[in-house]
């Protein structure tokens, strides 16, 4: 599990990535929203440096590590999702939730059944009572990490057709769609699982590196004897 296109890095090439784009004169930006460094010239963008969740990023330029991280991931498939909370990058809780939401022969989930004949069938309408509680679920746990903990950041991976559901319930998430706090999560993942989770635990604690066609002949990197992790 990565970003795609994405080159893992430790904090020495991370710092390299930071130098060079210095030393040409680039301009760096800090992306709140993605917890993202852009390195553009005067043209167009060159890298994009998605920074761990553990570390903040420093006005001067620069980062360090943050003194008390906490962040809630939620991952969210049609009828499976897991949340975690997770400080200083560990995952102390978590919860899988299941919900009866998929037609067996379409494979697909009710909710994009809603102007169709078939919602008014029992096992339509079964399903369409189990999203609803499925979400409603989902939002009652986040609200408990919201009332426990200082939550630095929320992490949500799920499909933008799923958005109002989540958003629009009878038991709203503790942040909005806008929320600064809010970040999509970039990590490709299947079926929502503990295990994706834990190994998003691994994946937010590291450095991952983006070139544009333009950036990747600017950007020579020296390796170090340590080697970096490109795959599980």
């Not at 991976?157 to 958003?167: E, N, V």
């Not at 929502?192 to 990747?216: D, I, N, W």
Request: overall charge positive.
């Amino acid at each position: 599990m990565k970003i795609p296109q994405t080159e893992v890095l430790g904090d020495e090439k991370a710092l390299q990535v930071l130098k060079i784009a210095k030393s040409r004169g680039w301009q760096i930006h800090y992306v709140p929203e993605k917890h993202q460094v852009l390195i553009e010239n005067k043209t167009s963008w060159l890298a994009k440096l998605y920074l761990p969740w553990t570390k903040v990023w420093q006005p001067e330029g620069g980062f360090c590590i943050g003194d008390d991280v906490h962040y809630c991931l939620t991952l969210v498939r049609a009828g499976q999702a897991v949340v975690g909370y997770f400080h200083q990058g560990i995952l102390l809780d978590h919860k899988v939730f299941r919900g009866y939401l998929v037609r067996q022969k379409q494979g697909k989930s009710q909710f994009k059944y809603l102007k169709t004949k078939g919602k008014s069938r029992a096992g339509s309408r079964i399903r369409l009572e189990e999203t609803q509680l499925f979400f409603k679920e989902i939002n009652e746990r986040l609200q408990v990490y919201a009332n426990q903990y200082p939550l630095n950041f929320w992490g949500l991976g799920c499909a933008k057709t799923m958005w109002p559901l989540l958003f629009d319930g009878e038991v709203k998430p503790p942040f909005s769609s806008k929320s600064l706090e809010l970040i999509e999560l970039p990590y490709p993942f299947v079926k929502a699982s503990f295990e994706e989770l834990q190994q998003l635990e691994h994946r937010l604690t590291q450095f991952h590196l983006l070139l544009s066609p333009l950036g990747k002949p600017l950007f020579q990197l020296h390796h170090s004897a340590d080697t970096e992790e490109e795959s599980w």
